[in-house]
């Protein structure tokens, strides 16, 4: 799936501009007039960044860029302005801004712009991919299996685990294998990784 650049911009000269100027580069470029049209059809399937004008009339850059955090995961977003302020470019950039670039664009630092929120776009839709795939596994786990889950990532020994729980060494090794089994890890060090990787908080 190709990666997509977002223009919003209520100028169409600037739209047509950085259009031809992102299809030369080889990207997907898809071009709007408004927040409002651009909320109204974007699909949040589709790998890209978002590409804004910090001054519209109605929905503004920063204004669009907030309502993107709130209702999707939060895309990569360049900001383009002419008029834009040290105050404005740096709430921006705290919300998550890849860059803010100043007009008229420089073609070059566009593309690499664009070419870092590609990356960043790439890593999070992975991350995203690799924890849903940890939620299906956790899935499997008994409610004990859970338990047991949280104590070894602590590193507690099977014994104390047992005492924990109010059980026997020998039932915990074995919801320990059929925890490793089903979490499709073959050592301890490989099962912390990847509950770290998830962002697991045991319970424990």
Do not use: W
């Amino acid at each position: 799936m190709s990666f997509v650049t977002f223009l919003v911009d209520d100028d169409g000269g600037v739209l047509k501009a950085l259009g031809r100027l992102l299809c030369a580069a080889g990207y997907d470029t898809r071009a709007y007039a408004s927040g409002q049209h651009f909320l109204a059809e974007y699909d949040a399937d589709l790998p890209g960044c978002v590409i804004l004008d910090l001054t519209m009339p109605g929905l503004d850059g920063l204004a669009l860029q907030q309502a993107l955090a709130e209702k999707y995961a939060s895309p990569p977003v360049i900001f383009l302005t002419g008029t834009g302020d040290i105050a404005r470019s740096v709430r921006a950039m705290k919300a998550g801004a890849v860059d803010f670039l100043t007009k008229p664009v420089d073609g070059k630092q566009l593309v690499a712009a664009v070419e870092r929120a590609r990356m960043k776009d790439e890593s999070a839709r992975g991350a995203r991919r690799d924890r849903a795939a940890f939620d299906l596994k956790m899935a499997r786990l008994t409610p004990r299996e859970r338990q047991v889950l949280d104590y070894v990532v602590l590193g507690r020994l099977n014994k104390q685990i047992a005492a924990a729980l109010g059980t026997v060494e020998k039932t915990i090794k074995v919801h320990r294998g059929r925890v490793m089994a089903k979490l499709e890890v073959r050592s301890l060090a490989e099962l912390v990784r990847l509950t770290e990787r998830a962002g697991l908080r045991p319970m424990a």
